[in-house]
């Protein structure tokens, strides 16, 4: 088996699942996979802030865990599942738990940080259903929110968390 | 910032990774989970012609004992370390430093290897290593050798690897089961780099004194450090000792300047945080020896 050696300046074919289709698109070496989603596949709910992994506005889900699309590029996510904002509500016209809470309970204000938010809260309650306030904040402190003041973002993860047990029992 | 461009390569086996590595040598970068590499591209304070993918080298990213180490292969990511039982085990203090490795999202990517290949002055994972006196295993095309964490780690983002070198597997010793641990640090926001960190093992005999300390501080010189305690063995394992090693650390350490803290202020982190960790080391060495009568 020959390595993979991809030129730089040139667009190489990009295989993967988003949000449960099957996608393609052309990508430099360089170009980063939050760009990517953004302007090859349409995937405008990605949002890029700062682009060197600090403020967690890029997160998507890899494989169902949160990464930030902003330092990892398109052509390692050849055969990756991924999952953007746009694939967490259940169908065109519900919306996910989550987004109802924060919609309900101001948790958010220029909706910048929301995207990433809503990944990491996702991931978060898969794997703590019923996080407790510490936890919440200690997942939280991957993203950065300059309107809420991220009490209201709190509640809101904490009181959808409530709403999917409740479907659950 | 975007990167400049690059050619993309993604080896298979260590060997072709060494090859290419050993044919671009300063011109490459390895790129493993990038959440350091990401930023030094974006930022372009690096401008690789290539970038070496090597997360998809099979078996590079195992845990394996051998003999008194515990071998973690460089792409073990740092998620993963941490939910490793075994690791939790043989190198509690590990254990004990990987929440305070960025954030979830960036643990979830991140991995042992690039940590310590990349020698930030403030990561856990090299201070972690340098504590417990661990080692760095590199490969080139030609040879494989291991360099002690103490002398691996020269000064900021500076190694002693060698240009055609890949840091292949970190070695940590196993730490005896009486060992106590504590880990601790402090930034401007979690999961931010740390303005001091602080790192403990030891172990107590049975009249409670100290049988072996190992204490590191990162974060505060260029690189992480071993603060020389052998001065201390013997001593009653309480506050006062404590008081006197928090005195001594301080001195024998030269504090870094920058845009977040002064010296002096690193040196007064420093000794707040080994003043808490080691207390909580000597708590659980006690707990541990217990535990084992």
Redesign the interface.
Known sequence: ?S???????ARHRVELNVNGAARCGFA???L?LC?FLRHELQAYGVHVGC???VC?AC?IL?NG????S????A??ANGAELKTVEGIAPNATELHPLQEKFWELHGLQCGFCTPGILL?AE?LLKEIPNPSEEEVR??L???LCRCTGYQNIVTAIQEAAKTLSERRT | MKPVAFEYCRPETVFEAAGVLGQCREDAAVLAGGMTLGPMLNLRIMRPRVVIDVTRIRGLDLIDVRGDAVATGATLVQADAFRSDMLRREVPLLALALPWVGHFQTRNRGTLGGSVAHADPSAEIPLCLVVGDGAVVLRSKRRERRVRAREFFLGALTTARRPDELVVAIEWQRAAPDAGHAFEEIAQRHGDFAIAAAACQIRIDDSGRIAALALGLGGVENRPVAVETSGFLGRAADEDTTAEIAEHAVQSVVAMEDHVADARFRLALSRELIRRVMPRAIGDARLRRERLQ
């Open positions: 088996m390595m993979l050696r991809l030129a730089p300046n430099e070496p360089r980063l760009d682009e060197h992994g967690g997160t890899w865990e949160p990464v930030r902003c330092l990892l590029f052509v390692q990491t991931a200690e997942w402190s991957g993203n």
